[in-house]
Nanobody, 126 residues
Framework: QLQLVESGGGLVQPGGSLRLSCTASGFNLDSYAIGWFRQAPGKEREGVSCISSGGRFTPVADSVKGRFTISRDYAKNTVYLQMNSLKPEDTAVYYC???????????????????WGQGTQVTVSS
């Protein structure tokens, strides 16, 4: 079965950190650009960060710039989102998606991507 699986979400206090993982099952991520997205209750899904297939192009949304870092481990077929200095407004369900392209854009348009994960909840609260 071809799928993406996110993990690493949870409850964290403001100022804390989490690392999300996006692992592919049944296919190789090497030729895919990967994006991380989030959707808070009552809000539209938004792009957080993405990484090109080669790993060198990593745009981030202004709202998380300087706090979130995306990376990929080709040996583990996994893309990570390191989230530091978390704020309550970062609370959302976080999704990853794979696009068969070299470069990436922070577009949350669902049909753009070949695969989506099921999401992992991140809650930032004291």
């Amino acid at each position: 079965q071809l799928q993406l699986v996110e993990s690493g979400g949870g409850l964290v206090q403001p100022g804390g950190s989490l690392r999300l993982s996006c692992t592919a099952s049944g296919f190789n991520l090497d030729s895919y650009a990967i994006g991380w997205f989030r959707q808070a209750p009552g809000k539209e899904r938004e792009g957080v960060s993405c990484i090109s297939s080669g790993g060198r192009f990593t745009p981030v949304a202004d709202s998380v710039k300087g706090r979130f870092t995306i990376s990929r481990d080709y040996a583990k077929n996994t893309v990570y989102l390191q989230m530091n200095s978390l704020k309550p407004e970062d609370t959302a369900v976080y999704y990853c998606a794979a696009e068969s392209q070299i470069l990436c854009v922070l577009s949350a348009e669902r049909d753009r991507y070949d695969y989506w994960g099921q999401g992992t909840q991140v809650t930032v609260s004291s």
